[in-house]
């Protein structure tokens, strides 16, 4: 086998495990979630919002970016430590990505921040899904 087979077969393999991966995240964001732009803090100026989809599970919130080929969330936050400090509306140059009926909510988990930008329906089931976490002192207590 000459040099320039070797090299042409090696990236075949390597294109075909880019598509498998392209694929796989396809298929991972088609199975549903919101639609929600975040960003980690800091951040300089207005930079770093990442469009993707949002999903809630029962102890964590978890954010997966439209442009990555991870096979995972991109960034997960825990329900428990999640705190909401504060709610603005877009300014500046986000109105490029954002329109006006979309809140940017500022959260932290204890161990990082973020900006996640809603619009009204969907800050609605975050704020709940937050609101109804149950207490972190809560046990459930076994019956005999």
Same mark, same amino acid.
């Given at each position: 086998?000459?040099?320039?087979?070797?090299?042409?077969?090696?990236?075949?393999?390597?294109?075909?495990?880019?598509?498998?991966?392209?694929?796989?995240?396809?298929?991972?964001?088609?199975?549903?979630?919101?639609?929600?732009?975040?960003?980690?803090?800091?951040?300089?100026?207005?930079?770093?919002?990442?469009?993707?989809?949002?999903?809630?599970?029962? +102890?964590?919130?978890?954010?997966?970016? $439209? =442009?990555?080929?991870?096979?995972? %969330? *991109?960034? @997960?936050?825990? !329900?428990?430590?999640?705190?909401?400090?504060?709610?603005?509306?877009?300014?500046?140059?986000?109105?490029?990505?954002?329109?006006?009926?979309?809140?940017?909510?500022?959260?932290?988990?204890?161990?990082?921040?973020?900006?996640?930008?809603?619009? +009204?329906?969907?800050?609605?089931?975050? $704020? =709940?899904?937050?609101?109804?976490? %149950? *207490?972190? @002192?809560?046990? !459930?207590?076994?019956?005999?």
């Amino acid at each position: 086998m000459t040099f320039g087979m070797t090299v042409l077969i090696i990236l075949v393999v390597l294109l075909a495990v880019l598509v498998a991966a392209f694929l796989y995240r396809l298929l991972v964001l088609r199975r549903g979630g919101t639609a929600a732009l975040l960003r980690v803090l800091p951040s300089p100026g207005d930079s770093g919002w990442r469009h993707g989809i949002i999903r809630y599970g029962e +102890s964590t919130f978890v954010f997966f970016k $439209l =442009s990555s080929l991870r096979p995972g %969330p *991109d960034s @997960r936050i825990d !329900r428990q430590g999640i705190e909401v400090e504060s709610r603005r509306s877009p300014s500046g140059t986000e109105f490029d990505i954002m329109s006006d009926d979309i809140v940017v909510v500022k959260v932290n988990d204890g161990s990082s921040a973020y900006e996640i930008a809603l619009d +009204s329906g969907a800050l609605t089931a975050f $704020l =709940s899904w937050v609101e109804s976490r %149950p *207490d972190g @002192r809560a046990r !459930r207590r076994r019956t005999a």
